[in-house]
């Protein structure tokens, strides 16, 4: 069994899989989201299409595995698309279902040639939902209301997004659907003036396999309530983080940033955005970004799982987190699993110790520290003390055992 983490509209969801667990296995029978039907499961009847990473794909021959990090939209994460919208009143108009069956996945085709292409003729319609098989209605219908609302759209001046958005294309779950996935959600109409992530210096998360997950742990000494509300600010828990300065106002679900790190005499800053997911219910939290270093075209990725529990005592908090990570270019060298492992315990525990000083800061009155602006993650001599101590471990053990 292998664990992915997939962004499934907008929210990360995550489950052990075997390695030929498909997206619509993951989706349906994990995760209860029914509205991506299965027929064929051979790739051929399109039933199963949804968006991965913005692009149309069949969730029957997509493997969970292989979308680690990628940003699935359902049906149901199409309910306030307003593309989607207009296609579901003119499916109604137009007598374009009957049991339904094809449709979530018609819906998903229609909705990507309403998007890019910008005035189709009948056949090519056709052709674009040639992958997609009514077995009862036929297609008269479906055609129709596509060409309906392709006309009312571009009657009402809005123009079609060439490729949807597409930089780069690619197999799916590869990421190189780029700005497109967000777009699903969304009116176009807003998409139509969004600057693309690369002019805007950020990358989108999309396309990520952790290399390793760590697991670390700590205890401060204030109640879960106070740490759950403080780890809902997005700039307060920047603030705690060395070398990580907020970029733009964060919202609830995103933030963009930057990070410093010193390794000897090499500087990066990484530039990124991160996405933030927070489940009340269950007092835990997701952390998803990546960032990139135009110097050393070096690429990192991460996600940080957080659980906000009772601690040992009614007044203290314990907080889980599970660290995942992926580090692409010049700087990979330093990607290391065992030692990682233990820069992240320093790291943790240095956001620890913040997080503590911040929270007995507010719970006396008192100003808040000011945050770490202008720091920088010194990895070099971080790794180097670690070095240093495990180095000082096995002289001992081997003076220990002579
Ligand atoms: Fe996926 Fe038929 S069920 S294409
Ligand atoms: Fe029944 Fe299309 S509406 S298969």
């Known amino acids: 069994m292998t664990a992915v983490s997939i962004v499934v509209n907008g929210r990360i969801l995550g489950a052990e899989v075997e390695p030929r667990t498909s997206v619509a296995d993951f989706l349906r029978e994990t995760h209860n989201l029914t509205g991506t039907h299965v027929g064929c499961e051979h790739g051929v009847c399109g039933a199963c299409t949804l968006l991965i990473d913005g692009v149309p794909a069949r969730s029957c021959i997509a493997l969970a595995a292989a979308c680690e990090s990628a940003d699935v939209t359902t049906i149901e994460g199409l309910e306030g698309d307003e593309i989607t919208a207009e296609l579901r009143d003119a499916f109604k108009r137009e ?9 979530p996945g018609m819906l998903v085709s229609a909705r990507d040639i309403v998007l890019r292409m910008e005035a189709p003729s009948e056949r090519h319609i056709r052709v674009a939902l040639s992958g997609n098989l009514c077995r009862c209605t036929g297609y008269v219908g479906i055609v129709r209301a596509t060409q309906a609302v392709l006309a009312a759209r571009r009657a009402r001046g809005i123009a ?110 990484f530039n990124g955005v991160a996405r933030i997911a927070r489940d009340e219910s269950t007092r835990t939290g997701e952390i998803v970004g990546s960032g990139k270093d135009k110097r050393s075209q070096s690429q990192t990725m991460g996600s940080v799982r957080y659980s906000v529990l009772q601690g040992p005592t009614a007044e203290t908090t314990q907080v889980d987190l599970s660290i995942g990570y992926a580090l692409t270019g010049v700087l990979a060298q330093f990607s290391r699993s065992g030692l990682v492992r233990d820069v992240a315990t320093r790291l943790t525990a240095a956001f620890a110790a913040n997080l503590e000083t911040r929270l007995a800061s507010d719970a006396a009155g008192e100003a808040a520290p000011p945050p770490q602006m202008a720091g920088e993650f010194n990895a070099g001599s971080l790794m180097m003390s670690v070095l240093v101590d495990r180095f000082r471990r096995l002289v001992a053990a081997l003076l220990g055992r002579s």
């Open 160 to 269: 079609a997004i060439p490729d949807g958005g597409r930089k780069r294309l690619g197999p799916a779950g590869s990421g190189h659907a780029g700005a497109a996935a967000p777009a699903a959600t969304r009116p176009a109409a807003a998409l139509e003036h969004e600057a693309p992530p690369e002019e805007a210096g950020a990358t989108a998360p999309l396309d990520f396999a952790p290399q390793a997950i760590l697991a670390q742990s700590f205890t401060v000494e204030h109640p879960p309530d106070t740490v759950w509300a403080f780890f809902g600010r997005v700039a307060d828990v920047a603030g705690c983080l060395t070398g990580v300065t907020l970029t733009g106002n964060p919202t609830d679900r995103e933030a963009a940033g930057r990070m410093r790190v010193k390794v000897g005499p090499m500087v990066a800053e």
């Open 95 to 103: 007598h374009a279902l009957q049991c339904g069956y094809c449709t």
